[in-house]
């Protein structure tokens, strides 16, 4: 990630701040709940409980996506 980021930064104005925020913290738990659903899926869970996992991964989506940015050098 922190390669990509550096990547990043000579192609786009702002970059994820992954030093001073919850980015790879949420990345990793997105990871988990994916894995969940996926689990889920194969042991025949119940379509409520799908629905559930589904949505708090959308809720994770949503809170990476918020994490603060920083303005990349010379950007």
């Known amino acids: 990630m922190r390669q990509t980021n550096r990547t990043a930064r000579r192609a ?3 970059v994820f701040d992954l030093e001073n925020s919850r980015f790879l913290d949420l990345r990793d738990r997105l990871v988990a709940c994916f894995q969940e ?3 889920a ?3 025949r869970s119940s379509p409520l409980q799908q629905l559930g996992l589904k ?3 959308a809720g994770l989506l949503l809170r990476q996506f ?3 940015m920083q303005q990349a050098e010379g950007g």
Request: cysteine-free; overall charge positive; aromatic content about 20%.
């Open 55 to 57: 949505l708090h991964f």
């Open 66 to 68: 918020t994490q603060p």
């Open 12 to 14: 786009f104005p702002w």
């Open 37 to 39: 659903i996926q689990a």
């Open 41 to 43: 899926k194969a042991g």
